[in-house]
């Protein structure tokens, strides 16, 4: 029983602790995750009334800011997949929210 009680806990609580962890706050860098049958990131991040912080070579996965309360709940309305903090990004989507070099 003891075996059967940690798969459970270990396919459950440890990814709802995750998603927990990771959900954005009403204001700071985010993710943007859009689901491949539905609208890029950057449409979705527009439609929403938000800037481009980044953006992923695959058109799917942006880094974006959220500068007010409603922002992460319009990204939702609008068609996002997932919606994470910007330790996502860093992490999972390799994206860099820093400053772009300027090329002379």
């Excluded at 009680?5 to 440890?14: I, K, N, R, S």
């Excluded at 609208?39 to 953006?55: H, M, P, Q, T, Y």
């Excluded at 409603?70 to 330790?87: D, I, M, N, P, Q």
């Amino acid at each position: 029983m003891s075996r059967n009680f940690c798969a459970v806990y270990l396919l459950t609580a440890c990814p709802l602790m995750a998603l927990t962890v990771l959900k954005p706050r009403s204001s700071g860098k985010v993710a943007v995750f859009s689901a491949p049958w539905g609208e890029a990131a950057l449409d979705i991040i527009v439609s929403a009334r938000g800037r481009i912080a980044s953006a992923d070579p695959s058109g799917w996965i942006m880094g974006s800011v959220a500068e007010d309360n409603g922002f992460v709940g319009r990204l939702y309305a609008f068609g996002a997949f997932l919606v994470e903090t910007s330790v996502v990004a860093h992490g999972c989507a390799g994206l860099s929210f820093g400053a772009r070099r300027s090329e002379a």
